[in-house]
């Protein structure tokens, strides 16, 4: 059983930072994205990052690959979701997931099957 845990949300000023952790558990090789999605109140959940196991591949969607980098550290299983420059649209639940499987065509929610609890992130001016 995947098991995804996040932290280090918060409230932030505009212009700051902040790192989100994301912790897995339950896989047994390295043949799986992990993402970060986020999702504001009325709107859908839009994919934010990922991040491949095997080879650190990373995806960004357009509104933050200026800003924001994905990292993971292999031996703890963690993956990280660095966020600079931060703005009040940045604000919303972020939630980390994963995905099987070598390739990702896009950051659908669709495509990732485990799914954490989600952390808020409150960027205010």
């Known amino acids: 059983q995947v098991q995804l845990v996040e932290s280090g949300g918060g409230p932030v000023q505009a212009g700051g930072s902040l790192r989100l952790s994301c912790a897995a558990s339950?896989?047994?090789?390295?043949?799986?994205?992990m993402g970060w999605f986020r999702q504001a109140p009325g709107k859908e959940r839009e994919g934010v990052a990922a991040?491949?196991?095997?080879?650190?591949?990373?995806r960004f969607a357009d509104s933050v690959k200026d800003r924001f980098t994905i990292s993971r550290d292999n031996a703890k299983n963690t993956v990280y979701l660095q966020m600079n420059s931060l703005k009040n649209e940045d604000t919303g639940m972020y939630y980390c997931?994963?995905?099987?499987?070598?390739?990702?065509?896009?950051?659908?929610?669709?495509?990732?099957?485990?799914w954490g609890q989600g952390t808020q992130v409150t960027v205010s001016s």
């Open positions: 997931a994963a995905a099987s499987g070598w390739s990702l065509s896009s950051l659908l929610a669709a495509q990732f099957r485990y």
């Open positions: 339950g896989y047994t090789n390295r043949n799986y994205w």
């Open positions: 991040i491949y196991a095997g080879d650190l591949r990373t």
